[in-house]
């Protein structure tokens, strides 16, 4: 199994920066990739971002290009959000998740493992 906990999340106004983290342990070696999902009070899950553990591919959704950025530091075993220009829009519990097979990129059924979360909320 792999475990991974989220962290950075907090209350920012619109405009505003965060960085999330995405810390995995136990089977690290069977990543292949990790991604970001949000999901917002009475909405459903949606992709993010996600970022290949090799050969550091990247894929954004189309709401978040150019003001999301992914990466990942394999020493650490950690992948990192930073999110520029923050909007209201953007409120949700941010969750992320282990790839190990060749699913698409932007699909919840890729991912084997899930975090618990981290909430970020941005006021107008």
């Known amino acids: 199994q792999v475990q991974l906990v989220e962290s950075g999340g907090g209350l920012v106004q619109a405009g505003g920066s965060l960085r999330l983290s995405c810390a995995a342990s136990?089977?690290?070696?069977?990543?292949?990739?990790l991604g970001w999902f949000r999901q917002a009070p009475g909405k459903e899950r949606e992709f993010v971002a996600a970022?290949?553990?090799?050969?550091?591919?990247?894929y954004y959704a189309d709401s978040v290009k150019g003001r999301f950025t992914i990466s990942r530091d394999l020493a650490k075993n950690t992948m990192y959000l930073q999110m520029n220009d923050l909007k209201p829009e953007d409120t949700a519990v941010y969750s992320c998740?282990?790839?190990?097979?060749?699913?698409?990129?932007?699909?919840?059924?890729?991912?084997?493992?899930w975090g618990l979360g981290t909430q970020v909320t941005v006021s107008s």
């Open positions: 998740a282990d790839r190990e097979g060749y699913g698409d990129w932007k699909l919840a059924a890729s991912y084997a493992y």
């Open positions: 970022i290949s553990w090799s050969s550091v591919n990247t």
């Open positions: 136990g089977r690290t070696f069977s990543i292949r990739g």
